[in-house]
């Protein structure tokens, strides 16, 4: 009997009992050092697209609901969830959805083939970045686009093509995530209020002259655009007209004076014109 | 006294951490080695965790051992109650790290509940009742033991990392050449047998 009791219920008692110990300090501690997680945040998440692309600045949907319910970020600061997902978070923490413009990114390019003139013949890697790297690509614009599809890779959301050797951005695709603008080596790409239909196609602050060279749709600096804007919307500094797109009233003038056809209608189809 | 005693501390280490490394001697351990070695950045944050780990379980289970195990004669419970006190102990540092250190929680987090079921957390237990190593002892050991299965972790990403992009052949690709390159690791490591007159 005593036998059965050293060999049964003492390792039962030793081992239950070291258990119920740490059951017991495991049960305290849960509930002394509970962390409170703000149900809000969430729910906020719930909503949130989920693709932790950054493009709101934080590192993911999670840091930005948190940021949102922190109060730190606006409850639409999320780009891709755009309006639709903004009301949503708004409701959540009780707040007023504070209208702000849809962005888009924009090309600022128009050099497609035989338009634009080649340096030389590139059999690199075909990256733009490293095009850009040797001699600025093989471009004869320094400033036109390489046409090798980075910011092709970096869409998240399969809105850049390329097309005739420059990248074409499908504005209904675009989720204004700014992957693109950073992946970008020549800068081209920048974001733009979706409403406004008038761009400047062109980067170039080369002089006139040299620009006529290298391309036939690049912006020489003339002014005439300045000159025709109703609204003083359009300044020239560098060689290159600049649109304000807080002025900017989509009438159109700008493009019909454009001697080089180096403003375009975004919402026209692409015109591809040979060089001769 | 106090020379040899650096001396003891010293060679206690560095055979913890050469001779007798828990993943590449010892084979303790090999899940991690082989499922989180894809990045050092991970590999490195889970041989912290597992260091930290070993290091606060083999002094509890020293404790447990010698005041309630050995008087009652009761050795044969020691792998239950190891566990047991890992178990608990991985739940415990979860909860006050995630209070206290935040930033720690989250470096860590993805990996503290994957040492509970690591079995190179169970082994230094083990070993340090196997070798009767006292108090001192069992820690010191216990901290080379997690030395060794970090340099080990780090050492095994840095070859896979170079591994991922080398042109070998496709049936070769991912886990084949992992192991393989485990072998050979592990392999490089038997040079130090016999490193210290034992």
Known sequence: MNAIFQQIVTPALIV????????IILAYSAKTFAVKIDERITRVKAVLPGVNCGACGQTGCESFAEAAVAGRVKPDGCPVGGAAVGAKVAAILGLEVTNTAAFVARVACGGLNGCSSQKFAYEGMRS?????????????????????????????????VIVDGVAKIFEENCKACEKCVVTCPKKLISMVPKEKNFLVNCKSTQRGPVVKKNCDVGCIGCGKCVKACPQQAITVANNLARIDPQLCINCGDCVAVCPTNSIVDVTAPVVLRRRA | MIATMIHQVVVTILTAILVENLVLSKFLGMCPFLGVTQKTSTAAGMGVAVTFVVVVTAGLA??????????????????MTYILIIAALVQFVETVVRKFIPPLYKALGIYLPLITTNCAVLGVPLLNTAKNYDL?????????????????????????????????????????????????VSMSFFGFQGLFAQ
């Open chain 1, 16 to 23: 239950g009992g070291v258990g119920l110990l740490f059951g």
């Open chain 1, 128 to 160: 733009c970045t490293a095009a850009a790297a040797l001699h600025n690509g093989p471009k004869a614009c320094p400033f036109g686009c390489l046409g090798f599809g980075d910011c092709v890779s970096a869409c998240p959301f399969q809105a850049i």
């Open chain 2, 62 to 79: 020293w404790i447990l051992n010698v005041t309630l195990l050995v008087p009652n004669k009761m050795e044969y419970l020691q792998t």
């Open chain 2, 136 to 184: 001192g002892m069992s820690l010191v050991y216990s901290f080379g033991a997690g030395a060794g299965f970090t340099l080990a972790l780090i050492l095994f990403s840095g070859v896979r990392e170079r591994m991922d992009r080398a042109d070998i052949p496709a049936t070769l690709k991912g886990i084949p050449s992992a192991l393989f390159a485990a072998t050979l």
